[in-house]
């Protein structure tokens, strides 16, 4: 079973700009949720999509969205880029089921550079 | 504000020894506990977890020690090997839906 793809791996935008990042879960998994890795902060939530809704939201800004489609596929969308939002974002899939014991299994992640 | 608090930052150990990481927690809304290995150029991989009606559960070196009471939880790596070096995260989720709070890893590295 192949895993989480993310895409692109890698990516320079400057300030101001918007970017926008793709992620394919695991065949049969549901839900797609988004964290932000930066050094010394270790993995803040932005949110999850299960069947193409919205299902929690983690404290970002506006700025920070994201989508997903009737396949699973979920795209995240950065506008109006700033220094700060320079982090490795990752996108973990999972079943989607209500257990306590749910299992995110995450991509490699896409390292987004902002200068 | 971060949920989940994570010790220590790095670890270094000889192989052959115990490694020990620990967390803790205030939501008492946190009913899930588990711990990802990161690799560098890696995304995190999930190792060991647990649930609050069990204090201990352990799979092969990896042990999870859980003190509800305490709000705290411990990774412990017996036998640690270079191979385990690695960033370790610990991590919650709360009763009310799939979103993980994550610690702020341990960086540890096993010395040969």
């Known amino acids: 079973k192949a895993g989480v793809t993310q895409t692109p791996r890698y990516l320079i935008k400057t300030r101001g700009q918007q970017v926008t990042l793709s992620c394919s879960p695991i065949s049969g998994h549901r839900s797609v949720s988004w964290y932000q890795q930066t050094p010394g902060q270790g993995l803040q939530f932005l949110f999850e999509?299960?069947?193409?809704?919205?299902?929690n939201k983690g404290n970002f800004p506006g700025r920070f969205s994201g989508r997903q489609f009737s396949n699973s596929r979920s795209e995240m969308n950065v506008s109006t880029l700033e220094l700060g939002d320079s982090a490795l974002y990752l996108c973990?899939?999972?079943?989607?089921?209500?257990?306590?014991?749910?299992?995110?299994?995450f991509g490699s992640g896409t390292q987004l550079s902002v200068l | 504000q971060q949920q989940v608090k994570q010790s220590p930052q790095s670890l270094i150990v000889q192989k052959g020894g115990i490694s020990i990481i620990n967390c803790a927690y205030e939501?008492?809304?946190?009913?899930?506990f588990p711990w990802y290995q990161q690799f560098p150029g890696k995304g995190p991989a999930l190792l060991i977890a647990i649930r609050p009606d069990v204090s201990e559960k352990k799979e092969g070196r990896f042990t999870i020690s859980f003190n509800k009471s305490a709000k705290q939880f411990s990774l412990h790596i017996m036998d640690s090997q270079p191979g385990d070096s690695a960033t370790y995260f610990c991590?919650?989720?709360?009763?009310?839906?799939?979103?993980?709070?994550f610690g702020t890893g341990t960086s540890l590295t096993v010395i040969p």
């Open positions: 999509y299960f069947s193409e809704t919205q299902r």
């Open positions: 991590a919650a989720r709360p009763n009310t839906g799939n979103q993980f709070y």
């Open positions: 939501n008492t809304a946190f009913d899930y």
């Open positions: 973990a899939s999972s079943l989607g089921a209500t257990a306590t014991n749910e299992k995110l299994f």
